[in-house]
């Protein structure tokens, strides 16, 4: 995992995983994807406290080619040559971290997840309202689901094909920053929703949502997360 000794001693309070969306356009394979979404989930052991990272998707550090062999390149590409591991390892060797759990996702199975949770409240911009239309009529091409218009702004529900499609904005003000920003408040949303549901309720979205995340956790571990 390519976790220096020290940092380990010094991050040893923290749980650090990897939250990883693909542009993955099959339904069946993450395989040859880049991350356009990478998100650092720190879980404070000692309080329980939860803070969510952005590193942006052009930022460039020293990955891993096929050969195994260290270059300089955008993090993006890290999962297109050698998956969560080695993006992982990537993040690790350049930010002093200790990751050793992470989950991919594509777009559909963010839609999955949030269809199962019953859709997830975010405030839409004025200046976002163009963009999100525009992706979702692919992501709901992609997907396979009819894709509902957001007409207006303000603070709404949206199901899983709009939720993916505002994840997707990255045009609008902020660029990729602000798009990070989305994902977080997307996430951030969907743990609000899980917080609010029963153990049983909870185990029935796993079964619906996670068979779509390619993952080292196990179900009981994210169940647990969500649970805390």
């Known amino acids: ?41 720190s879980i404070n052991k ?21 050969e195994g062999e260290r270059y300089f390149d955008k993090i993006t590409n890290a999962h297109g040559i050698g998956g969560g ?16 759990e992470y ?22 911009k004025e200046n976002e309202l163009y963009d999100l239309n525009k992706y979702g009529i692919q992501t709901g091409e992609v997907v396979g689901r009819a894709f509902t218009a957001v007409t207006s702004a303000g603070v709404q529900k949206l199901d899983g094909i709009q939720a993916a499609s505002y994840c997707l904005i990255r045009k609008t003000s902020g660029g990729d920053s602000q798009g990070a920003d989305r994902m977080k408040k997307v996430m951030e949303a969907m743990f609000s929703e ?6 049983t309720q909870l185990n029935e979205i796993a079964e619906t949502a996670l068979p779509g995340i390619r993952t080292n956790l196990d179900n009981g571990a994210i169940l647990g997360m969500i649970a805390d």
């Open 103 to 124: 989950a991919i996702f594509n777009w559909k199975a963010v839609a999955d997840a949030v269809d199962a949770l019953g859709g997830v409240t975010v405030e839409v």
């Open 1 to 41: 995992w390519d976790i220096d000794d020290q940092v380990a001693i010094d991050l040893a309070d923290y749980r650090n995983i990897a939250i990883l969306g693909v542009d993955a356009r099959s339904m069946t394979t993450y395989d040859g994807s880049r991350s356009d979404a990478i998100i650092i989930m």
């Open 46 to 66: 000692k309080t329980g406290d939860i803070k969510m990272i952005s590193v942006m998707r052009d930022t460039y550090l020293e990955i891993y080619n096929r």
């Open 85 to 100: 591991v080695d993006t992982c390892r990537s993040l690790n060797r350049n930010l002093d971290l200790n990751i050793r």
């Open 194 to 199: 899980a917080k609010q549901m029963n153990l």
